[in-house]
């Protein structure tokens, strides 16, 4: 039985950060927040398909990425974002209640029959 690669893996991704951290080439923890949001979302319509949860999911954590990132830098105000999220995040759910987009884990030729 071979070891598993789980401690290599974490330290060459421990010694990577380390190493871009100490070469000031790391962004900002904000800037990293908002890029590992935003790329969750797209990887998650990527790897899942477009079904009924991803369509409500992924855009809110792609929106949840970009709303931390104009808070920081930009400088808008919370409540502002938590609004427009707040309305994503109901048309949205709205638009996935439609019979056209699939249930999640019935695939579009399940939808079709």
Do not use: C
Not at 14 to 22: A, D, I, P
């Amino acid at each position: 039985m071979r070891p598993g690669a789980t401690f290599p893996l974490l330290l060459i991704v421990l010694g990577t950060l380390w190493f871009l951290h100490s070469t000031a080439l790391l962004p900002d923890t904000t800037t990293l927040l908002a890029l590992m949001l935003a790329g969750a979302g797209v990887a998650l319509i990527a790897i899942d398909g477009v079904n009924k949860s991803t369509l409500v999911a992924s855009p809110l954590m792609v929106y949840a990425g970009a709303a931390v990132w104009l808070y920081r830098h930009w400088g808008l105000q919370l409540s502002h974002l938590l609004s427009l999220g707040m309305v994503l995040a109901g048309l949205l759910m709205l638009i996935a209640r439609s019979d056209r987009i699939p249930d999640k884990g019935r695939g579009a030729d399940a939808h079709e029959r």
